[in-house]
């Protein structure tokens, strides 16, 4: 499992699929300004100031988030793929 560092996240990005009525996958039809994903890692630390305060992550590991697409670094972790982002880049946290 990846450990992120300073104010980053990994998250796994949820797989969207549209299909027809007739159950005909149509890949690719349209494009989405965001994307949904799921917290799977937490930096422990947090963001650092310029004053040297700490200010630590409002996310946990499980919240289901907002990221606008492509944001972040894809990678793989063993046999997952994963995406590492910053917290600023989290868009919303899903209720």
Do not use: C, N, W, Y
């Amino acid at each position: 499992m990846l450990k992120p560092l300073g104010d980053r996240v990994v998250v796994k990005i949820e797989e969207e699929k549209e299909q027809t009525v007739g159950g005909f996958v149509l890949a690719g039809t349209h494009k989405e300004d965001t994307q949904i994903a799921t917290v799977v890692a937490v930096s422990e630390t947090g963001i650092r100031t310029l004053t040297g305060e700490v200010i630590p992550t409002d996310l946990t590991v499980g919240d289901k988030v907002v990221l606008a697409v492509g944001s972040g670094l894809t990678v793989k972790d063993g046999d997952e793929t994963v995406t590492i982002v910053r917290e600023s880049d989290v868009l919303a946290v899903l209720a």
